[in-house]
């Protein structure tokens, strides 16, 4: 498969545990934050979103917490399990003109049984 | 089904070939982009359409080209003067200013010999 993430930092946790992956993003202006999940050789999938003027967001199994102060997102996964095992993405999104997304490094998430 | 379809998967070209990446989409989305993807690091835009005959340079365009001569596809040339072009190459199509409307194929690994 394709090797999307050689040299990503690793957050390697158990299966059952709570994940928290970490970014810090640079573009005040921005107004939308997202999470992406890619699997090796494929493209990356929208987990989930946060616009600029909340602080936290819960999905299924995930929540999106923004620190405007700080700039730093985070992405809590409950009851990790193997199939969550992929590289995340934070990618901030800036509306107007056309929609551009900039993306951060990425997480490397390796879910151990 | 609805989505984005990338073709070939695989793609490999020799040195000083011009090389061209297929995307098509049955969304109806007005907005496509094309991505560079290297290890260990996140998406850069390479161009964008907003619409039909018209498209702009991302961040990275320099040694690519494309067209937009209909909506549903947004081909990506990879011409000879791209000096490192072996990559993922990813292309996206977005509708609204959210990012939960952008879908992303299952992209293109080309790979120069």
């Known amino acids: 498969g394709e090797s999307v993430g050689l040299h990503l930092p690793t957050l390697s946790v158990q299966e059952g545990d709570n994940s928290i992956i970490n970014c810090a993003y640079s573009n005040s202006a921005s107004d939308y934050f997202i999470w992406y999940k890619q699997e090796s050789g494929k493209g990356p999938q929208f987990i989930i979103d946060i616009r600029s003027n909340m602080d936290k967001r819960q999905g299924q199994r995930v929540t999106v917490l923004l620190n405007k102060t700080v700039k730093h997102l985070s992405l809590q996964i409950a009851a990790t399990q193997p199939g969550d095992s992929a590289v995340y993405f934070c990618a901030e999104l800036l509306s107007g003109g056309y929609n551009k997304l900039i993306f951060g490094a990425g997480t490397r998430l390796a879910v151990h049984p | 089904d609805g989505g984005i379809t990338q073709s070939p998967k695989y793609l490999f070209r020799k040195e000083g070939q011009n090389v061209t990446l297929s995307c098509e989409q049955n969304l109806n989305h007005d907005a496509m982009y094309w991505y560079r993807q290297d290890p260990g690091q996140g998406l850069r835009l390479i161009y964008y359409?907003?619409?039909?005959?018209?498209?702009q340079k991302g961040d990275i365009a320099e040694g690519y080209s494309v067209s937009r001569e209909k909506k549903e596809s947004f081909p990506l040339t990879v011409t000879s003067a791209q000096k490192n072009p072996t990559a993922f190459y990813l292309c996206a199509s977005s509708s609204g200013a959210r990012a939960s409307g952008y879908t992303f194929g299952s992209g293109t690994r080309l790979t120069v010999v």
């Open positions: 359409s907003q619409i039909v005959n018209d498209f």
